[in-house]
T-cell receptor
Framework: QKEVEQNSGPLSVPEGAIASLNCTYS??????FFWYRQYSGKSPELIMF????GDKEDGRFTAQLNKASQYVSLLIRDSQPSDSATYLC??????????????FGQGTILTVHP | DGGITQSPKYLFRKEGQNVTLSCEQN?????MYWYRQDPGQGLRLIYY???????QKGDIAEGYSVSREKKESFPLTVTSAQKNPTAFYLC?????????????FGPGTRLTVL
């Protein structure tokens, strides 16, 4: 059973700080990695995806991938109260009939306080 | 306006009843997915389909059934064999094949067993 692990939190940061969310995965063959944000009672929305080792930046968000350590993270700079949500890490299996299938972590609850 | 629709938003079921959740997309995506989310948990894959008239079981398919007669539609039936069906059900779609990536989610159906 392929696993994706996240610290469930809650993670609390002050407004303007950097929030760091972490995720580890068990399938060394995984190729694609996704971060979704989910507000309470709503469906997940994609924030970022990353395929290659290193950093990928999009506005206030930076995704970091280290395939050797099987570790992916999401940094949120200048955190705002509107960033308060559950952040889901998802890992896509590679190859065969499973292509496109995502395995999700349990999510990390982030609270940004004024 | 392209997107994924799910209906109904809320559904109440008596024990022993089968119910069907609707999912429709007009994004011209080949692949469609059904997930279940329990409180404080991540998403678990029920069934997925990468092409019309074909679908595969996910991690928790027991007690559920699906059909994929049209590209746009992927209904999920929760049968009486599903012992604990109360949950938030999410439908998603994505492009299929090499280069496919992010899954887009519908607004969800919240099912409660009375």
């Amino acid at each position: 059973q392929k696993e994706v692990e996240q610290n469930s939190g809650p993670l609390s940061v002050p407004e303007g700080a950097i929030a760091s969310l972490n995720c580890t995965y068990s399938d060394r063959g995984s190729q694609s990695f996704f971060w979704y944000r989910q507000y309470s009672g709503k469906s997940p929305e994609l924030i970022m995806f990353i395929y290659s080792n290193g950093d990928k930046e999009d506005g206030r968000f930076t995704a970091q991938l280290n395939k050797a350590s099987q570790y992916v993270s999401l940094l949120i700079r200048d955190s705002q109260p509107s960033d308060s949500a559950t952040y889901l890490c998802a890992v896509m299996e590679a190859g065969g009939t499973s292509y496109g299938k995502l395995t999700f972590g349990q999510g990390t609850i982030l609270t940004v306080h004024p | 306006d392209g997107g994924i629709t799910q209906s109904p938003k809320y559904l109440f079921r008596k024990e022993g009843q089968n119910v069907t959740l609707s999912c429709e997309q007009n994004l011209n995506h080949d692949a469609m997915y059904w997930y279940r989310q329990d409180p404080g948990q991540g998403l678990r894959l029920i069934y997925y389909s990468q092409i019309v008239n074909d679908f595969q079981k996910g991690d928790i398919a027991e007690g559920y059934s699906v059909s994929r007669e049209k590209k746009e539609s992927f209904p999920l039936t929760v049968t009486s064999a599903q012992k604990n069906p109360t949950a938030f059900y999410l439908c998603a779609s994505s492009k299929a094949g090499i280069g496919s990536n992010e899954q887009f989610f519908g607004p969800g159906t919240r099912l409660t067993v009375l």
